[in-house]
T-cell receptor
Framework: NAGVTQTPKFQVLKTGQSMTLQCAQD?????MSWYRQDPGMGLRLIHY???????DQGEVPNGYNVSRSTTEDFPLRLLSAAPSQTSVYFC??????????????FGPGTRLTVL | GNSVTQMEGPVTLSEEAFLTINCTYT??????LFWYVQYPGEGLQLLLK?????DKGSNKGFEATYRKETTSFHLEKGSVQVSDSAVYFC??????????????FGKGTLLTVNP
C-alpha cells in the first residue's frame, strides 16, 4: 500500500493564479480531509468528505473547493491564490468511526508559497 | 465546540530525561484521543490512541492515559532519545456518528532532545 499520497511536494504561485493539489489513498477509506498547517496555529480543517459525492466545509473553507468523484481521490482547488494561503497542506484519510478504526492517516504534505 | 489545549513549547531535554507533555480537552460525549508526531519535513504519524475512559495508549516507549475525570491525555516517556525530537500534537475526534469525526488538534509542542 502506498497509503496517502500528495502532489506536488512544493509549489510557488503568484497572487491570482489557480491550482489543484492532488491527494489519493489506496486503503479504501471512506473519510478524507484537507488541513492546513501554519506556525502557532496547529492544523485547521479546510474541507472533508465522508464518501464519494459527499463533501462539507471545515473551519477555514474560504478560497478552496473540493470534489470527491471516487473513493480514492480528493483534490483541493485554490480558485484565486492569495498570500494568506501560503501554508503547508496535508491530506488525511480514515475509516468511519462506525467501523471501530477512526485513526487518520496523513500524506507527506504540500508546501505552498503564494507571492 | 470541541477544543484541545496542550502545553506550550518548545521543550528541550537531555537524552534519557523523563518527558511529560500535558494535554487537556473539551468535548461533549466520549471522544477518542490521539497523539500524533511530526518529524522534521514529514507528515503526521499516529503515535498512540485511546478510545474510552481509563484506556492507556502506548507505542515506542510513549504512554498516555485517557482520564475522563480530569479531561486529560498527557503524553509521557521515561527516557527520551535524540531521535524523539519532533513536534507532538494532541487531538480528539468525536464518535457520535454522522459527520462528527473531524479531528480537532492542539497547537503542537516542539520537543528537542540533546545528546
Amino acid at each position: 500500500n502506498a497509503g496517502v499520497t500528495q502532489t506536488p511536494k512544493f509549489q510557488v504561485l503568484k497572487t491570482g493564479q489557480s491550482m489543484t493539489l492532488q491527494c489519493a489513498q489506496d486503503m479504501n477509506h471512506e473519510y478524507m480531509s484537507w488541513y492546513r498547517q501554519d506556525p502557532g496555529m496547529g492544523l485547521r480543517l479546510i474541507h472533508y468528505s465522508v464518501g464519494a459525492g459527499i463533501t462539507d466545509q471545515g473551519e477555514v473553507p474560504n478560497g478552496y473547493n473540493v470534489s470527491r468523484s471516487t473513493t480514492e481521490d480528493f483534490p483541493l482547488r485554490l480558485l484565486s491564490a492569495a498570500p494568506s494561503q501560503t501554508s503547508v497542506y496535508f491530506c488525511a484519510s480514515s475509516y468511519t468511526p462506525s467501523r471501530g478504526r477512526n485513526e487518520q492517516f496523513f500524506g507527506p504534505g504540500t508546501r505552498l508559497t503564494v507571492l | 465546540g470541541n477544543s484541545v489545549t496542550q502545553m506550550e513549547g518548545p521543550v528541550t531535554l537531555s537524552e534519557e530525561a523523563f518527558l511529560t507533555i500535558n494535554c487537556t480537552y473539551t468535548a461533549t460525549g466520549y471522544p477518542s484521543l490521539f497523539w500524533y508526531v511530526q518529524y522534521p519535513g514529514e507528515g503526521l504519524q499516529l503515535l498512540l490512541k485511546a478510545t474510552k475512559a481509563d484506556d492507556k495508549g502506548s507505542n515506542k516507549g510513549f504512554e498516555a492515559t485517557y482520564r475522563k475525570e480530569t479531561t486529560s491525555f498527557h503524553l509521557e516517556k521515561g527516557s527520551v532519545q535524540v531521535s524523539d525530537s519532533a513536534v507532538y500534537f494532541c487531538a480528539l475526534v468525536k464518535n457520535s456518528g454522522g459527520s462528527n469525526y473531524k479531528l480537532t488538534f492542539g497547537k503542537g509542542t516542539l520537543l528537542t532532545v540533546n545528546p
